[in-house]
Antibody, heavy 125, light 108 residues
Framework: EVQLVESGGGLVQPGGSLRLSCAASKFTFSHYWMTWARQAPGKGLEWVAT????????FYVDSVKGRFTISRDNGNNSLYLQMNSLRVEDTAVYYCARDVFCFGGSCYSEVLRYWGQGTRVTVSS | DIQMTQSPSSLSASVGDTVTITCQASHDILNFLNWYQHKPGKAPKLLIFGASTLETGVPSRFSGSGSGTHFTFTISSLQPEDVATYYCQQHEDVPFYTFGQGTKLEIK
């Protein structure tokens, strides 16, 4: 069974930084795009960022552009989210999810079938 | 951006009832619409993909329909374990996914 385990959350002051990690197992990590999503308190799910399988292309929701950086280490089956200049409104549970499947030069749209259980980020003074 | 408008935001029903949630897309998304169940402290769980295809292992009391801009999600014979928040999500515009606002389902 696919496993995704997030870590790195915590309490940080506004303007501070955090680095989230997502450890992936039980699938060929390097064949998949990976996505971060979040849920703020009392709010719904929100897509945050996606990275292609080779790390060469990255996509972000407008509200985090220039502040967050998604990256990956295919050798260690790990996904990261570097969050800088954090704001109170970034307070949320952050989830990683497995995304598009790519193999042999072709990619196939996949639903976000597998998610981790999330890591909580609190931005507060 | 594709906006997803989901309603109602909350609903309360009795065990055995049939409940329906709707989701409207701001643009034609064909059938690139998924439904998730989300319980506190848990990972979101995929229930329906392709607007109407039941994910493996999901009870048949869950169903979805629709295409284009209007979609419906139904739980027939509501069970206590169905208490959760439900979300629609479009993936026509990959990877700029958008979710509906969510529907919090409670048991009367």
């Amino acid at each position: 069974e696919v496993q995704l385990v997030e870590s790195g959350g915590g309490l940080v002051q506004p303007g501070g930084s955090l680095r989230l990690s997502c450890a992936a197992s039980k699938f060929t990590f390097s064949h998949y795009w990976m996505t971060w999503a979040r849920q703020a308190p009392g709010k719904g799910l929100e897509w945050v960022a996606t990275i292609k399988q080779d790390g060469n292309d990255k996509f972000y929701v407008d509200s985090v552009k220039g502040r967050f950086t998604i990256s990956r280490d295919n050798g260690n089956n790990s996904l990261y989210l570097q969050m800088n200049s954090l704001r109170v409104e970034d307070t949320a549970v952050y989830y990683c999810a497995r995304d598009v499947f790519c193999f042999g030069g072709s990619c196939y749209s996949e639903v976000l079938r597998y998610w981790g259980q999330g890591t909580r980020v609190t931005v507060s003074s | 951006d594709i906006q997803m408008t989901q309603s109602p935001s909350s609903l309360s029903a009795s065990v055995g009832d049939t409940v329906t949630i709707t989701c409207q897309a701001s643009h034609d998304i064909l059938n690139f619409l998924n439904w998730y169940q989300h319980k506190p402290g848990k990972a979101p769980k995929l229930l329906i993909f392709g607007a109407s295809t039941l994910e493996t292992g999901v009870p048949s009391r869950f169903s979805g329909s629709g295409s284009g801009t209007h979609f419906t999600f139904t739980i027939s014979s509501l069970q206590p374990e169905d208490v959760a928040t439900y979300y629609c999500q479009q993936h026509e515009d990959v990877p700029f996914y958008t979710f509906g606002q969510g529907t919090k389902l409670e048991i009367k």
